[in-house]
């Protein structure tokens, strides 16, 4: 018998938490309630019994200066006894049928296992990599003397915001952070927050959590790290080097390519955590559409996509960009092109190519050349720091 799946109430909320619990082996309190801007999905088999629960979270990514809406998946979670019987397949597709309702366009996950998610349309765009490092290897660099360092207070939320859009708005892939869960707090989300300033203007900031102990186990974790110029990172880097002699480890989750990764000897740092993120279109037109292109990009493309979750996106379409924007419209023009939910991600993705799309089987084409696809990999790859 079919699993009945359909959105949470209130009531069902203690059932999904032991259900996530069980799963996950997570803290036996109960959590407070979830903040808004979520949808809860569960399963139920004949007698009512919660067998299955996942939940979309209303989120929003940057793609090169464009907030693009987003059904970004968590804690998806499947009794025991009803693993493998098609009960997170079922999940998934109602979550995607609700989320291409309410104008999302877009989605990531971060998997413990990918097979199950391959097989509903995501694919693997990235890591997310948790680095240790001594914190006597890092630079120690003079103050600049134009700028200053102070102790963050709730008051600077506000702030640090800003910086966080400043760096990450023209990257691909990386949380927008206006989702509730980011932004309802009146306290600091950390143990403490560092802020850079010049002329009493915040260019920079890191917030950490101290841990416990001054022993040879000692860790200082960087939560969140944003720098605005070089000055700022190596006056931040600077602070945190005065830690070495009760913290021995640095962790953090950099950020590839910004400023602060461009003053740390990642040489010497080790692999704490790698944590696999997934991504999956949830209406391919809007996808196209909503997000920013590189301005130098121009190109028509047609191409063939089938997708089983989301008939919505099944059909032969033309992608057209230039001027920094492109359209995607369905098209009868015959092509050879043929392309895969899972091969879309990845091209839009910016990791893959038509080349290594049609080596994996998820291009098939008979052309001799299918680099044209190519178009739709236009833009940096996309990044993802923020773990849910």
Known sequence: ??????????????????????????????????????????????HGNLIGKAVDLHDEQWWAGHAV????????????????????????????????????????LFATTTAPYRACGWEIAGQLRTLDLPTTAL????????????????????????????VTRHRCGLL?????????????????????EHDGTPIGYAGWNRGRGYGPDAVLTIEDIVATTADAARTLIGVLTTWHSVTPTLRLTPLPGDAICT???????REHERDTWMHRPVDITRAVQARGW??????????????????????????TVADGAAQLHRTTTDTDLHLTVRGFARLYTGTATARTLAETGH??????????????????????????
Not at 144 to 165: K, S
Not at 176 to 196: A, E, I, N, Q
Not at 263 to 269: D, I, K, Y
């Open 1 to 46: 018998m079919q699993p009945t799946v359909r959105e949470l109430i209130p009531d069902d909320l203690p059932a999904a938490w032991q259900l996530g619990q069980l799963t996950f082996g997570s803290d036996p309190q109960p959590p407070p309630p979830p903040p808004p801007g979520r949808t809860q999905y569960g399963a139920f088999d004949h």
């Open 176 to 196: 927008t952070r206006t989702h509730p869960r980011f932004t309802t707090t009146d306290k600091l989300p950390y143990d403490g927050l560092t802020l850079v």
């Open 263 to 269: 003053q740390l000897p990642l040489e010497l740092a």
């Open 294 to 319: 590189p301005t130098h990009t121009r190109g028509t493309v047609a191409f063939t996509l089938t997708d089983d979750l989301a008939p919505w996106n099944t059909g032969t379409w033309q992608l």
């Open 69 to 108: 809406p987003a059904a970004d998946v968590a804690g998806v979670a499947v009794a025991p006894e009803a693993r493998g019987t098609g009960i997170g397949r079922a999940l998934l597709r109602t979550l995607l049928h609700g989320a291409h309702e309410r104008g999302a366009a877009i989605s990531a």
């Open 363 to 388: 291009l098939r084409h008979t052309t001799p050349d299918p680099s044209a696809l190519d178009l739709l990999a236009a833009g940096p790859p996309a990044q993802l720091i923020d773990y849910f």
């Open 139 to 166: 630079p120690r660099h003079h103050p600049a003397t134009h700028l200053t360092t102070r102790a963050g207070t709730p008051a600077d939320l506000p702030a640090t915001a800003e910086l966080y859009q400043r």
